[in-house]
């Protein structure tokens, strides 16, 4: 075998093979059965979290005593030979484009974030991966890759951040052909920006943090900031129809999205200008967006930006209930008020919280949490099995914060809501970006679980958040697990005509056989419900092949008709054969 | 017993246990009076008889049906508002736990005098305490007597099972103070008939959803809409039961537990009343002195009542695959619809499921086969002008022929129906007060019908089919079921299963035998067989008097109102002249099952106007 050259920034070598995020950041149970967080990549990190232990050990019955550990390394063994179409890689190399076969390359490349996927890899178990990998520096890259791939008739996996949880980046069984991950983390620079008109046009497989961090540096922002910013990219971003947490200033993906220019085996598809809108027919951005690497890679994108924002504010409020939560929220998105951010935790998430509360310094601090405490449960008449929290985060210059955020807390205060202070509002965020790493910590003691999403109209948000979390409930005692799961949800955004709903199951699955089957039978008859319950069949994660088998219901016969004619004549040889979406 | 345990069939039934035994032995007043604390549903808010009404006033649903009113109308929605609110008066409850003391003390003091025991299934109450606290609750009793909500709440309050609310008639607000009692123990009220009044609709559905959906109380209602005056089960009424499964399919609320309930009369206080009512002989109308008058009533022997509490259905689980529940996706829920094709035959078939569930837990005394057996001798006896009776065995069959004295006789040692053989002898005047007696009779014959129409039906097929033919016997005995599925409970579609159990009964108890295309009764299968059809003849020769009557005397066309009592003279015509052999078929009951049996199969036409 030749020598394949790699590329020069490689974001894999710091990063996890077998679970979330960076290799240095985890949660474990130190010795003395305290909780850690390693690393110094986060607010948190390096802390003690003393009371996540009970919390941990109490909603699953787990123990720290019960560990199941990960396999610490791959086996190459593990790993099926790569199916290279020979032809095929003896002109890739000779366009000089990097590429590779290592097994370690291959395997990070052939899955996702699905719990049966990080499972599987923490078992050393692993299925179909991509055969060779190959990394384009830009555009024309891609368009000689695509060429080559037609030619040879090979199959093209387009890869970006790698945080589908959709199965999306599964490799299919049935693939016969030498399946390629086209990996777009070379093709990261912002290619210009435009003052005048507000937008920068950059390379797809920028990731999130980046593109922020380095339009920060000229004063400008996306504000796109999807839970997964630190690993996704802007190309997935648009494959997937993403969502950001501040969506309600600065759009979802298809608002902030002029100019897109795909690959396609037809050839390159854009449009011919950079305008605002237009009449000109169905928007071909909507055949690229949430066409999940059927129908090509994305390679370039025009965003719109904004300045940055002069300041910046979090805050609270504590609700008795759900359902005076969730009539705020509504309250809120009707008269068109809401901040950058409103998320509302239901109560076992709001405990959740707390239990991840660092340990605190000065005596000064936790008598102040008493006082709270007793000041909401006490005098206020909280009960504090069903009250619950919403988080804020505002945003804009200094004076129309203000002003915003008290127009804000005036509506909760009609339904009950007490203003509960910045930091409870802040760690809500923070808590964000580390609630994937502790996935991995229940992992390693004997709990699995996930997240999923939906969209529903406001007048079912509540029965559908009650009935999902019930279903969870009876399904897995159904199934035979053997502790109460923790199933929990928050609504996450707000829009005209409805919401969008988070929900979160894990359970302790010592005792069952083979677990990641009732869990996804459990996580199946969810979505049922979800659906019976008029939600929609996702939000933002996008449908992967974990949800195709709902897409027909969800978009009609000829809708799928549609999207399938659009498919054939795009790529008719199947080279982007990732078999997402129909 | 043992005998249960032998066969796998028969399901393990629970105990039950004497609630007067402790009524007997302590005070009525410290019980009345004792500290009631029942258990709740989980999420409920306590919530007073005023709020729930503003609450069904100020939901979407009424806003919507009363802005449709007023634009079909040209009323202004501030009148069709108070009407709603006067309409809300009439019906709701306002269940106080004082009234409920009131009645756990009176009700004491009668039903010790009126009854021998209450029995109840205490494992079924544990098995509804448990419901409650995980879903809203419906409460489907059996209903045979006006008896049977106040005995209901009687024994919940007894085991300190949270209240429930009851659909009533509007009947009982006819006696104003007892009207009112019984709203005051938790009764709500519904008029008969409200055909096409929509703002009555939305305000009585959305009244019962808003009642269960928050849990407030359990829904207590008769499936069969009505008083079974034979002691058979009606047909379900789906009205109320489609109300009830509303909030599920529309994902209000995450499930509905449906809890059918058995209450088996040893005999009902209505006993002759009934008989007289389907005789036709004009009964009185409820009101409160009439009441009083039944205090006669008291000073009789009316033997036991067993209270069945059965096991508690999930709404859910009935629907899985039946219903899709997406179908609500696309309409605000609040905008009345019909139901669609699919609901309206899963509320069906889930109706029948539990007007069976009903019947399977009932508990049928000796005597009801006792009176099986005397009415098919009497007939024969009749026939052959004998005097055959049943040998007095069993203290049971003593004990319960004193409680049934009015009905029988004992006659050299033997017990025979207190009834002469040859009617056409009967003066007019006794004719009605002998057949008062074989109605009664007819029953208690007819509390165990649910357990033999199934195989009584095949062994009648298999007596008129053509040949032995296994798809002969089919065939007559698909056609038989299909006749009398106004008569019996039997599940629309499920013609397969009947013949199927029939035949696996029949087979077991060696009275069948099948080989691979005919149906063979065997030598001891005669005798049962005979038992079983002979059952079900006076059924049959009503029907067919029926279409005589209609053949013969109805040459023009005929009112509804018409209809009975020109049957019934018809028939007694013939009864007096000897030509027909059961007095039962005067019964309204049979002949108004039979029209509509008629009118179904399309035998005769309804004309509007």
């Known amino acids: ?582 | 017993g043992k005998t249960r345990a032998l066969d796998p069939m028969l399901k393990k039934r629970d105990d039950f246990e004497d609630i007067l035994e402790e009524r007997r032995n302590s005070s009525d007043l410290k019980y009345a009076l004792r500290c009631y604390t029942p258990v709740l549903y989980k999420g409920v808010t306590p919530c007073t008889s005023s709020m729930l009404k503003s609450m069904v006033l100020q939901s979407d649903q009424l806003h919507y049906v009363i802005n449709q009113v007023s634009k079909e109308t040209g009323k202004a929605t501030d009148d069709i508002k108070e009407e709603a609110s006067a309409i809300l008066e009439e019906m709701a409850q306002c269940l106080q736990l004082s009234t409920v003391r009131f009645f756990a003390f009176t009700l004491s003091k009668a039903f010790k005098t009126l009854f021998r025991s209450i029995c109840v299934n205490e494992d079924g109450i544990q098995r509804l305490q448990q419901a409650i606290q995980e879903h809203p609750v419906v409460l489907l009793p059996s209903h045979r007597s006006y008896m049977d909500f106040l005995l209901m709440s009687y024994i919940l309050y007894t085991y300190d099972v949270a209240l429930p609310v009851i659909a009533a008639g509007m009947d009982f607000m006819g006696m104003k103070f007892v009207g009112e009692m019984l709203r005051m123990s938790g009764a709500f009220f519904i008029r008969r008939s409200f055909g096409g009044d929509k703002l009555y609709w939305a305000l009585f559905s959305e009244y019962v959803k808003t009642m269960l959906k928050n849990g407030f109380a359990p829904v207590e209602f008769f499936l069969e809409g009505t008083r079974s005056r034979t002691s058979k089960s009606l047909t379900p009424k789906l009205g109320l039961l489609n109300i009830v499964m509303d909030p599920f399919l529309k994902g209000e609320v995450f499930d509905v537990n449906v809890v059918p309930v058995s209450i088996s009369y040893e005999r009902v206080l209505e006993e002759t009343l009934y008989a007289r009512e389907l005789l036709g002989i004009p009964k009185p109308k409820e009101s409160t002195s009439g009441l009083f008058k039944a205090r006669k009533i008291l000073s009789e022997d009316y033997g036991s009542i067993h209270v069945y509490f059965g096991q508690p259905v999930s709404v859910r689980s009935l629907a899985q695959g039946k219903v899709n529940r997406c179908q609500f996706n696309l309409v605000p829920r609040h905008i009345p619809r019909r139901p669609s094709e699919d609901i309206a035959s899963f509320v069906n078939d889930s109706a029948y499921r539990l007007v069976r569930a009903q019947e399977e837990n009932m508990v049928l005394k000796p005597w009801v086969l006792v009176a099986s057996l005397l009415l098919q001798y009497h007939h024969q006896n009749q026939a052959a002008g004998q005097k055959r009776g049943i040998a007095l065995v069993t203290q049971v069959v003593s004990s319960s022929l004193t409680l049934h004295r009015g009905l029988v006789r004992i006659c050299e040692d033997k017990v025979q129906l207190a009834v002469e053989q040859d009617i056409t002898t009967y003066l007019s005047t006794v004719f009605y007060y002998i057949a008062v007696i074989l109605l009664s009779c007819a029953s208690y014959r007819n509390q165990a019908l649910h357990v033999f129409v199934r195989p009584a039906l095949l062994a009648l097929a298999i007596h008129t089919a053509s040949s032995n033919q296994k798809q002969e016997v089919f065939n007559s005995f698909s056609f038989l079921r299909n006749m009398f599925s106004n008569e019996f409970i039997l599940c629309p579609g499920a013609t397969v299963q009947d013949f199927e159990e029939a035949c696996y009964l029949l087979v077991k108890t060696g009275a069948l035998q099948f080989t691979q295309q005919e149906v063979l009764v065997t030598e001891r299968g005669h005798r049962t067989l005979a038992f079983l059809s002979t059952m079900l003849d006076p059924f049959l020769q009503g029907y067919q008097v029926v279409c005589r009557f209609l053949c013969e005397e109805a040459t023009e066309t005929l009112t509804e109102k018409q209809f009975i009592p020109a049957v019934r003279k018809f028939i007694k015509k013939l009864l007096l002249a000897g030509r027909l052999r059961y007095m039962e078929v005067l019964s309204s009951d049979l002949q108004k099952n039979s029209l509509a049996a008629l009118l179904r199969l399309g035998a005769v036409r309804k004309m509007k106007g």
């Not at chain 1, 109209?457 to 279903?471: E, G, H, S, T």
Request: charged share 25%; aromatic share 10%.
């Open chain 1, 1 to 582: 075998m030749p020598k394949y050259t790699k590329p020069p920034s490689h974001l894999q070598e710091i990063l996890k093979w077998n679970g979330w995020g960076y290799s240095d950041t985890r949660f474990l149970f130190n010795k003395k059965g305290q909780a850690e967080f390693t690393g110094k990549r986060y607010r948190l990190s390096g802390m003690i979290i003393p009371a996540l232990q009970n919390w941990f050990e109490g909603t699953f019955g787990a123990s720290v005593q019960h560990k199941s550990p990960a396999m610490p390394i791959l086996t190459s063994s593990a790993v099926q030979p790569p199916t290279l179409n020979e032809a095929f890689v003896d002109e890739l190399k000779s366009t000089g484009i990097p590429c590779s076969h290592d097994a370690e390359d291959r395997v990070f490349r052939g899955h996702g974030h699905c719990l049966h996927e990080v499972f599987a890899l923490r078992e050393g178990k692993v299925g179909r991966v991509p055969d060779i990998v190959v990394w384009p520096n830009c555009h024309n890259d891609v368009v000689k890759i695509v060429e080559l791939a037609c030619k040879h008739n090979v199959c093209l996996i387009p890869y970006g951040g790698g945080t589908s949880v959709s199965s999306a980046l599964e490799c299919p069984p049935e693939e016969t052909r030498c399946i390629v991950s086209l990996d777009t983390s070379q093709m990261n620079r912002i290619l210009w920006i435009d003052e005048k008109n507000l937008t920068a046009h950059v390379e797809a497989g920028i990731v999130g943090q980046e593109l922020e961090r380095l339009l920060n540096e000229s004063g400008y922002c996306t504000g796109h900031e999807p839970d997964s910013m630190e690993f996704s990219s802007l190309g997935g971003w648009v494959a997937t129809r993403a969502s950001g947490m501040k969506k309600n200033i600065y759009g979802n993906i298809e608002d902030l999205v002029v100019h897109v220019k795909m690959v396609t085996p037809q050839g390159v598809i854009e449009k011919g200008c950079q305008c605002p809108r237009m009449s000109t027919g169905p928007d071909i951005h909507h055949f690229i967006m949430g066409s999940e690497g059927t129908l090509g890679v994305v390679t370039e994108v025009t965003m719109k930006i904004r300045p940055m924002p002069e300041y910046q504010k979090y805050g609270s409020v504590v609700f008795p209930n759900f359902e005076q939560g969730v009539a705020c929220l509504r309250e809120v998105a009707k008269q068109r008020c809401a901040p950058a951010s409103i998320r509302l935790m239901d109560n076992e998430q709001f405990k959740f919280g707390h239990a991840l509360k660092p340990q605190v310094s000065s005596i000064f601090t936790s008598f102040l949490d008493g006082l709270k405490k007793f000041y909401i449960t006490k005098f206020k008449g909280f009960d504090p099995d069903r009250l619950c929290v919403a988080t804020l985060l505002f945003e804009g210059d200094r004076e129309k914060v203000l002003q915003h955020e008290k127009q804000v807390y005036d509506i909760a205060a009609k339904f009950g809501g007490l203003a509960a202070g910045e930091d409870n509002g802040q760690r809500g965020y923070m808590l964000t970006f580390v609630i994937a790493y502790l996935r991995d910590l229940g992992m390693d003691y004997y709990v699995i679980g996930e997240s999923f999403e939906t969209s529903v109209p406001w007048d079912r948000v509540l029965d559908i958040c009650r009935n999902v979390k019930a279903r969870i409930i009876q399904e897995c005692k159904d199934k035979g697990v053997q502790f109460s799961p923790l199933s929990t949800c928050r609504v996450t955004q707000t829009y005209d005509a409805g919401a969008c709903v988070y929900f979160y199951f894990a359970f302790n699955y010592r005792g069952l056989s083979d677990p990641v089957h009732v869990y996804e039978q459990v996580e199946h008859a969810a979505r049922e419900e979800i659906l019976a319950n008029g939600g929609s069949l996702s939000h933002h994660h996008g449908v992967g092949k974990l949800r195709k088998e709902w897409m027909r219901e969800t978009i009609s016969d000829v809708g799928m008709g549609m999207l399938k004619s659009v498919k054939n004549y795009v790529d008719p040889k199947n080279i982007f054969g990732n078999r997402n979406l129909i």
